[in-house]
């Protein structure tokens, strides 16, 4: 998976969120949103990974996606 793949998806990830919390309160899927919410922290955190990688001479494709609980857990 390259980077712009990531970004990519991020960008799905943004415009669904944005999608779902503008439909108004009475129609939010509480739970979709924290779907995307995690799914957002885990592409960013690849994105990181693949980068931090890269910068240290290590292989990017190396890095993986971690749990949610893992990432939701990190402050940047």
């Given at each position: 998976m390259s980077d712009k793949t990531?970004?990519?998806h991020i960008t799905e990830l943004v415009h669904e969120e944005q999608r779902l919390r503008g439909e108004g309160t009475k129609a939010v899927d509480p739970v979709r949103i924290r779907d995307v919410e995690q799914q957002l922290d885990q592409c960013w955190d690849l994105l990181r990974q693949r980068r931090a990688r890269r910068e240290f001479g290590e292989d990017?494709?190396?890095a993986e996606v971690r749990d949610p609980q893992t990432v939701e857990n990190y402050r940047g």
């Amino acid at each position: 998976m390259s980077d712009k793949t990531i970004l990519d998806h991020i960008t799905e990830l943004v415009h669904e969120e944005q999608r779902l919390r503008g439909e108004g309160t009475k129609a939010v899927d509480p739970v979709r949103i924290r779907d995307v919410e995690q799914q957002l922290d885990q592409c960013w955190d690849l994105l990181r990974q693949r980068r931090a990688r890269r910068e240290f001479g290590e292989d990017p494709e190396q890095a993986e996606v971690r749990d949610p609980q893992t990432v939701e857990n990190y402050r940047g």
